[in-house]
């Protein structure tokens, strides 16, 4: 099967400068996923449903959720870059390295990530990201 193909968001360079001033790189790895959420919103009374995307951030060495946000399954490829650039300038650090599971997180990051000097990788698992997903079902129960 095919990959989808896409065009990327067109990266603000006087942000990631700034970005890159302010935010130091620190020796730690993020694990970022974007998947379907378990439940369905709907907006707007009479509107239809529809299950939207959740994007998450974790510290891989201590497994610290360090965002999450609900992303419309419409806008959510140039969300994904938005709120990884909102998270990165709300923690005033950025990770030396991010593990994705998603060849599609890749694509999504890369124009960012290489920009600011963080190693990007695809991986097999995200350790961390799973237990935190685990704990979070549990509790929903």
Same mark, same amino acid.
């Given at each position: 099967m095919e990959r989808e193909e896409f065009a990327a968001e067109p990266v603000d360079e006087l942000r990631l400068a700034r970005l890159r001033k302010a935010a130091p790189l620190k020796r730690?790895?993020?694990?970022?996923?974007?998947? +379907? &959420? =378990?439940?369905?919103?709907?907006?707007?009374?009479?509107?239809?449903?529809?299950?939207?995307?959740?994007?998450?951030?974790?510290?891989?060495?201590?497994?610290?959720?360090?965002?999450?946000?609900? +992303? &419309? =399954?419409?806008?959510?490829r140039p969300e994904f870059a938005e709120r990884f650039l909102r998270l990165a300038e709300r923690l005033t650090w950025l990770p030396a390295e991010i593990w994705v599971k998603k060849e599609e997180a890749l694509d999504l990051l890369e124009p960012i990530t290489s920009r600011l000097g963080i190693r990007l990788y695809l991986v097999d698992e995200l350790e961390a990201m799973e237990e935190v997903r685990a704990a979070l079902g549990r509790f929903m129960r």
């Open positions: 730690t790895v993020w694990e970022m996923d974007f998947f +379907l &959420s =378990p439940d369905a919103v709907q907006e707007k009374r009479g509107e239809r449903p529809y299950y939207p995307y959740l994007l998450m951030s974790v510290d891989h060495g201590s497994g610290l959720i360090l965002g999450t946000d609900v +992303l &419309s =399954p419409e806008t959510y």
